[in-house]
């Protein structure tokens, strides 16, 4: 442990940050935002109560951290040798995620809470920021293997092809499945190589 | 008034109906979701609150019953005389619509208590796919003016032109203008020119 007790790798603090992350994500899944606490994360994290309201002050400031932690974690952008299939690889990734039954509802309950709290809200928005950004490697790849033109907002084409399963899920609650997921790569696709996504 | 109670357009049954919703309409955007109350929207629609409770039962009854009249309601389909002009004004109404200082709060207060309750989810998604369903039309008519093929799953076609406002204003909380609207109107023309709508 340092001891100015900044975050060092397998440090004590990392450890705890790490565990304290572990149980938001848990509880967060298990009781969703409305009904999860500072003192059952900290329960369920093996940290003193005391030391979870000091260093992260809320249920806000708990979620908060947790996403600033998934936005450093390694993602496997897809790299399946051409851009089509990249993109139906990445929304197949969106439509996996909230399928699953242990990260699905985590993710939900971050959009969900980043209504309510300012503090959750940023997080959320830098999470995203980051997580378009990473996958912009997939359209410099396209651009190099000489797939799409040059000159494109990259981040906006992976907007476009993640776009309607979010509208699915969180606005009209429509159901998802792969069809939709692979419909959606497909136009971001088609307009990309028409030239939609030209930087203005 | 009708004797059975029944809704008819102009009788006592509609008008008080009329004058509830557009108390929940007002209070949903002054208190959110979260606040309003069966009371709050009785006193401001000058009905007596038994009979408020008696007929639409709880504040759910009351956000679903207001989305219910919202389907019935005109609604402008775009009509400029291109499929390009007229999906550009589809977005730009989207934008507007959120922009509103009215009707901005009230149509997100809808998309955020659908989270939570099951009814609001209802009638939301029952709301949605009227208003694709009306959408629609302007697909109809780009078919007969011969710009788009005709094996075309219009609905398909309209959510991808508005789900990147929507993942922008409620997941990834990123700012939308005109130019967002603009571009999420051509990538789904370009789109269903390519022929990515075809029905599955």
Chains 1, 2 share one sequence.
Do not use: C, N
């Not at 007790?5 to 603090?13: I, K, Q, S």
């Not at 990392?14 to 572990?22: N, S």
Request: aromatic share 6%; glycine share 8%.
């Amino acid at each position: 442990m340092t001891r100015s007790g900044t975050v060092r790798p397998g440090g004590r603090t990392a450890r705890v940050r790490e565990a304290v992350r572990e149980a938001t994500l848990a509880e967060l899944a298990e009781k969703g935002y409305d009904r999860m606490t500072v003192e059952g994360v900290a329960l369920r994290a093996g940290v003193h109560k005391t030391t979870v309201y000091r260093r992260w002050g809320s249920v806000e400031g708990l979620a908060a951290d947790a996403l600033d932690l998934a936005v450093a974690e390694p993602w496997p952008v897809p790299d399946t040798g051409t851009i089509e299939g990249d993109l139906r690889e990445l929304t197949r990734l969106v439509l996996d995620g909230f399928a699953d039954p242990e990260m699905g509802p985590v993710s939900t309950a971050f959009v969900r809470a980043s209504a309510r709290d300012p503090v959750v809200a940023r997080a959320l928005r830098a999470f995203f920021a980051a997580r378009h950004e990473q996958s912009a490697l997939l359209v410099t790849r396209a651009v190099e293997r000489g797939e799409l033109p040059g000159d494109i907002d990259a981040a906006d084409l992976i907007r476009t092809a993640v776009a309607p399963l979010y509208y699915r899920l969180f606005v009209t609650g429509e159901p998802v499945d792969e069809q939709v997921a692979d419909r959606a790569a497909a136009a971001a696709l088609a307009a990309a190589r028409a030239g939609v996504f030209r930087p203005r």
